[in-house]
Nanobody, 124 residues
Framework: QVQVVESGGGLVQAGGSLRLSCAAS????????MGWFRQAPGKEREFAAG????????TYADSVKGRFTISRDNVKNTVYLQMNSLKPEDTAVYYC?????????????????WGQGTQVTVSS
């Protein structure tokens, strides 16, 4: 059974940076795509960033493109989300997502495992 655990959320001022980490266990990490989703109060969970297994291809939501960077370390079984130039609208609970295949899990239907979520709050 795959498990993913996030860490690194917190409170930051607008324009600041945070790095989220997600440690995975329970399956061969390197052959599965990974992603980050987020959910703001009163809104649906949405895709933010993802990285494939085979060649490390990355994909970003338009709202975070150019500010967020996803990466993975297949030795440490960890995926990261570096968030720069944060905005108040980035405030949300961020969830790490383990994909069902080597492809990037762009939708919630493509996710095999969710983390418990970590709160990111950006103050104006």
């Amino acid at each position: 059974q795959v498990q993913v655990v996030e860490s690194g959320g917190g409170l930051v001022q607008a324009g600041g940076s945070l790095r989220l980490s997600c440690a995975a266990s329970g399956r061969t990490f390197s052959i599965y795509g990974m992603g980050w989703f987020r959910q703001a109060p009163g809104k649906e969970r949405e895709f933010a960033a993802g990285i494939s297994a085979r060649d490390g291809t990355t994909t970003y939501a338009d709202s975070v493109k150019g500010r967020f960077t996803i990466s993975r370390d297949n030795v440490k079984n960890t995926v990261y989300l570096q968030m720069n130039s944060l905005k108040p609208e980035d405030t949300a609970v961020y969830y790490c997502a383990g994909g069902q295949s080597s492809l990037i899990p762009i939708t919630t239907l493509a996710v095999a495992a969710w983390g418990q979520g970590t709160q990111v709050t950006v103050s104006s």
